[in-house]
């Protein structure tokens, strides 16, 4: 018999991970620069992904990947006063792409 562990994020520690995401990109930051925030964001990320970096976890790393460039866009969005929050979403992900985000899944 053979016996793999398996180690994914509860529901719980995602609630968490995306509430501190959610704080770190409030409307409250918007006159911050996008490199502080990316940096503020790329320390909350590395963690988490290095507690939960099993293959098997992949499938919930992707979320917390997909929540953080809905959560830039939003705050992008906020900050530059436009009026539709979700605009623009291919071009905040190449922005925070190319200015070194930490993706939870290589």
């Known amino acids: 018999i053979v016996r793999m562990l398996t180690h994914y994020p509860s529901s719980k520690s995602i609630k968490g991970m995306r509430e ?3 704080s770190t990109l409030s409307k409250l930051t918007c006159k911050d620069n996008i490199i502080n925030r990316i940096k503020i964001i ?3 990320l590395t963690g988490f992904r290095n ?3 099993m293959r098997y976890a992949n499938k919930w790393l992707y979320k917390i990947d997909w929540y953080v ?3 830039f866009t939003i705050w992008l969005n906020n900050k530059r006063s ?3 929050k979700f ?3 291919d ?3 190449g922005l925070i792409n190319s200015l070194g985000i930490v993706k939870m899944v290589i």
Do not use: D, P
């Open 42 to 44: 790329n320390r909350k």
């Open 20 to 22: 501190k995401i959610k």
């Open 51 to 53: 507690y939960y970096s």
């Open 87 to 89: 605009s623009g979403i």
């Open 69 to 71: 460039i809905i959560c």
């Open 91 to 93: 071009k905040t992900r």
């Open 82 to 84: 436009q009026r539709h």
